[in-house]
């Protein structure tokens, strides 16, 4: 008899003590939504990639002091964090420098470039590369290698 007094007692206390207050789920909600299981296709990868490495390219500027060529990076530096950059030819090894080699066969035979996304690592690394052109001549390339799953985690569904 005492226990089902005291339930009776308690229960009411506890109802009270929950309240109506609402809680904000939004930032739970979107980060589960950011784990959730994301099925895209290499076409889309390869899509963000191209457009991800048109927008780190776009930042990246060449200078001229005396003989020799500066990179500089534009003001949003967080690409600095993510990615990894390489324009320097005697750097370049495998598809990077046959890629390099083709921009500058097109260079000097006159044939214009385009941007171009390889995979590298089984799929694993996106390498992004680009002419780097310094007014209007072809300096060197951009090369810039992007992860596989920061790809994927960038697209929107």
Avoid: H
Avoid at 26 to 49: G, H
């Amino acid at each position: 008899m005492k226990r089902v007094l005291t339930i009776f007692i308690l229960f009411p206390l506890l109802l009270s003590s929950c309240g109506d207050q609402k809680i904000d789920t939004t930032a739970a909600r979107k980060e589960m939504e950011a784990r959730e299981i994301k099925v895209v296709s290499d076409a889309q990868i390869i899509e963000q990639a191209m457009k991800l490495g048109n927008e780190v390219s776009k930042q990246l500027k060449v200078s001229l002091s005396k003989t020799e060529y500066f990179i500089e990076l534009g003001k949003d530096t967080t690409y600095q964090r993510n990615y990894y950059l390489f324009a320097r030819p005697n750097e370049l090894e495998g598809k990077e420098l046959q890629l390099f080699q083709a921009y500058n066969y097109n260079r000097k035979n006159g044939i214009s470039s385009n941007p171009n996304i390889q995979k590298l690592d089984d799929g694993k690394t996106l390498l992004y590369t680009k002419p780097m052109t310094f007014g209007d001549s072809t300096i060197g390339m951009w090369s810039i290698r992007f992860s596989r799953k920061e790809i994927v985690l960038s697209i929107d569904n």
